[in-house]
Every structure is written in C-alpha cells, then in structure tokens.
Nanobody, 121 residues
Framework: QVQLQESGGGLVQAGGSLRLSCAAP????????MGWYRQAPGKQRELVAT???????NYADSVKGRFTISRDNAKNTVYLQMNSLKPEDTAVYYC???????????????WGQGTQVTVSS
C-alpha cells in the first residue's frame, strides 16, 4: 500500500497564507496527475486543483487567482500554496496521486489521510 504524506495544515486568519505539501514515496515508478481536494463539514469532497506530470494545471473556480498548485517530480511531491484565505476555505484537504508503484503494475489512484485547514474570520 502507498502512503501519501501530507503536511502544512493549520489555523490561519482570513487573508493569510498556508502551504500544503504531499509526498509520495521516492520508490514509486511513475506518477501522472496529482491533485488536492477538500471536504468541509456536511459537504461532499470537491476538487481544488490538479497538476499533470507535464505541469498542466486545473483549478476550481472558487480558488482561481488565490491558490497555486505545483510539483517537484524529483521528490514526488505536490504543493498547494494558498493565499488570501477565506473562512469558506476551511476544510480537510486531501491530496491524491495517480501512480504506478512498479514497472509492471497499473496506474491506481491513492489518497493522503487529510490535513485540516481552518481559516478564522
């Protein structure tokens, strides 16, 4: 089983910034798309942003212009820089990765355990 290690969540005031990180093991053979999703209390999990291995990005309309997704392919790590945070950004943030563990396995989607982001007004 593959564990994605997330870090960087916390409590911040509205207007502040946080940077989330999510690392896959360095032994992973290949990673295609990586992404961030979030789930607020009582709501469904929703897309925040994704990034392909070629650095093509996609963002939810609600975070465009405020969040930036990036990745370091050498470290198998994806980042989410969150600026101008709003109380409605409060949620558990999950990373995922579409990856192939070994040369002879298929690509599968793996999720991190989630990190809490709380934005106070």
């Amino acid at each position: 089983q593959v564990q994605l290690q997330e870090s960087g969540g916390g409590l911040v005031q509205a207007g502040g910034s946080l940077r989330l990180s999510c690392a896959a093991p360095e032994t992973i053979f290949s990673i295609r798309t990586m992404g961030w999703y979030r789930q607020a209390p009582g709501k469904q999990r929703e897309l925040v942003a994704t990034i392909t291995s070629g650095a093509t990005t996609n963002y939810a309309d609600s975070v465009k212009g405020r969040f930036t997704i990036s990745r370091d392919n050498a470290k198998n790590t994806v980042y989410l820089q969150m600026n101008s945070l709003k109380p409605e950004d409060t949620a558990v943030y999950y990373c995922n990765a579409d990856l192939k563990i070994h040369m002879y396995t298929w690509y599968s989607l793996y999720w991190g355990q989630g990190t809490q982001v709380t934005v106070s007004s």
